[in-house]
């Protein structure tokens, strides 16, 4: 759930163009950048992300994702004035850090808690809820933020339901995480999970937590000098770009 959320939050911004601009007084490209900040923050942070996952319990990843996807959307709580729009774009920086965190978790969240015959069933169902958190954010803020802009006390009283809700929602979605949450199930659902888990256990009791960033940036440059896995970023990267383009402009694109 907090998946869709974040993907809620990457998108509300970008259908909605017009609204923020007359609202905030800004650009259409500080609109656009709403979305963009999505991918310009995951370039950087995936790679540390990326290990914090292999090396934290799932608990801590969990709990800092869909903390920071919480906090991202409470700062835009703020930002209900005209002149604030710089409060809202520091918030949706915030979320957007999360992302990198949260993007993460299905696989390894199915690897653990599901049966091998279940795995790629249950990561799609995971990867599923970010998909239709961006269908509901074509959807929703359409329907809440309706104008007009010539009422700026009416825009202000929707965006107050939009963030507001969207924070109250989140938060809570933070606090179930922490309270239910487990860390690993009692008895691995299959054998390669609780060999990879007592792998990393031992790894980490031998080498520390230094050395065992360095075994994974020297797996890092291994994977760059793999021709076929780099083959297969480009391909995915540009399937990838292509789609957070075309969401992000899609309603500008349709309008003009």
Do not use: H
């Amino acid at each position: 759930c907090y998946s869709l959320t974040s993907a809620f939050q990457w998108i509300e911004f970008a259908i909605l163009p017009g609204i923020f601009t007359e609202y905030y007084g800004i650009s259409s490209n500080y609109v656009t950048w709403t979305s963009t900040i999505y991918m310009a923050t995951f370039i950087p942070l995936v790679f540390p992300a990326t290990w914090l996952v292999d090396n934290t319990g799932l608990k801590n990843i969990a709990l800092l994702g869909s903390g920071m996807n919480a906090l991202g959307a409470l700062v835009k709580c703020l930002a209900l004035g005209p002149d604030s729009f710089w409060i809202c774009f520091i918030g949706q920086t915030i979320a957007a850090c999360a992302q990198c965190l949260i993007l993460e978790l299905p696989p390894k969240i199915a690897s653990i808690w599901f049966p091998a015959n279940q795995v790629s069933t249950a990561t799609s169902l995971g990867v599923f809820g970010n998909q239709l958190g961006v269908a509901l954010g074509f959807c929703i803020p359409p329907l809440i933020v309706t104008g007009p802009l010539t009422v700026f006390n009416k825009v202000a009283d929707q965006l107050r339901i939009l963030y507001y809700g969207l924070g109250a929602v989140t938060f809570l979605l933070f606090v179930l995480v922490f309270f239910t949450f487990a860390d690993k199930p009692k008895k691995f659902a299959n054998r390669a999970s609780l060999r990879r888990s007592e792998i990393k256990t031992d790894e980490l009791d031998q080498e520390g937590v230094l050395d065992s960033f360095k075994l994974y940036g020297q797996s890092l440059l291994r994977l760059m000098k793999d021709k076929a896995f780099v083959l297969l970023t480009l391909s995915y990267g540009l399937n990838v770009g292509v789609y957070y383009a075309i969401s992000t402009l899609l309603n500008q694109v349709y309008r003009s």
